[in-house]
């Protein structure tokens, strides 16, 4: 077996007994990735230098190679959040999470295409590539961490960082047949990350099994000073918790509202043959109801780029990006920077946004979404009550082919209707291997209240390890 095929757990097992290096490993990697990153173009910018930095290696995940997101603050390196405005930017400092994965002795192979500025559920809106989805290199890998999942579907990383503000992380794991982790909102720092929308970014990881979303979580997991939402409720030691070996005295809900018209038939059988796994490794089945469900999208789609245009308001495409010589004025050069600089999906959430919070119209609409917010918050504290997790399909659809929905906006936001509610609610989520139809990946999705990240983890560990689907690779070569 090729040492990149391996998990974090199993690459350190190696490394504990010295049957291989840190070198060795980043080497290895780094030989894939010029091998095959032509191919799934998951890759913004290759660390060529990984190799040698072994000697920092020192922590818990000490000599494990890993990528990052664009949109993470990578010291000395471009991070370019997949956009043109950010063309020529060097971060002069690392984002908390890429601080702490440093410091526990992990190895930076590189940064990883996106959607720009993480809108959009495909990788297409990205300013610089299109990533493949290594399944079947004709369809997107899904969005916003597109280039994450691809790159540890594909093993041209050990693990990845993601964000997932709307469904970044889950999404492309369903698609790429990857682990995806998005946390409680709160539970790991936002500081030196790209925002997209505040009050619902979040970071995670995207690995090649559970257990090592759980090692990875515990290095990144806690309060941080420089980002004032992150909590301070105990970072629990996240790999030793997985012990469960069935899931009995667990009551899982099945919200009906996620099983509508529209829901790709094929994801459907994955997906309920996924929920009789969970019945006979011991769970409670239930049927549940999230009223909100249909409004969570719409509402989503006016706080998010409500949140968009007041943040991307501070590029101005001056220090770096494309910096126009000939403008009649400041507001004249803006104007232009910003028109060269932003992508046709990122002006029209920021237009979006604009006229959502403007006089007049802001209790119309703004005012209104955080309203509905609350009764989708409200329908999960509900459904909490009377069960321990909720089990849906990640996305309606398997990964589509490429070109075929980025010229239809709506289209595009339908992809997000089943990762979105949970977003909104700010609760944990998994996407976990649960099958293929028509040999591509299906994801299950499974949600568990705020900050029950353990619990979360452990019953997704049993789901994975009495099934093989995560074992199974893309054939690419
Ligand atoms: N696809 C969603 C959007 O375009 C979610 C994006 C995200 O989670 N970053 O808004």
Redesign the pocket.
Known sequence: MEITSLTITQTLQLLKEKKTSPAEVTQAYLDRIKKLDSKTEAYLYINENAANDFFVATGELAGIPIAYKDVFNTKGMPTTAASKILEGYISPYDATSVEKLKNAGVINLGKLNT?EF????SCETSAYQITKNPWDLARVPG???GGSAAAVAADLCCAATG???????R?PSSFCNTTGLKVTYGRVSRYGVMP?ASSL?TIGVITKSVEDAALLLKVMAGKDSRDATTSDAKVEDYPALLTRKDLKGLRIGIPKEYFVEGLDKGVEKVIREAIETMRKLGAEIKEISLPHTEVALAA??II?PSEISANLARFDGIRFGPTVSDSKDLIDMYFQNRTKGFGDEVKRRIMLGTFALSAGYADKFYKKALQVRTLVKRDFDNAFAEVDFIATPVSPTPAFKIGEKVNDPLQ??L??AF??PA?LAGICGVSIPAGFTEGLPVGLQLFANQFEEAKLLAAAQVFQTSTDYHLQKPKIS
Do not use: L, V
């Open positions: 959607d993480t809108m959009g559920s969005g916003s961490s964000s997932d503000t709307g469904g970044s992380i999404q997209m970014d989503y789609y998010a595009m936001y992809e997000d990762t979105i977003s």
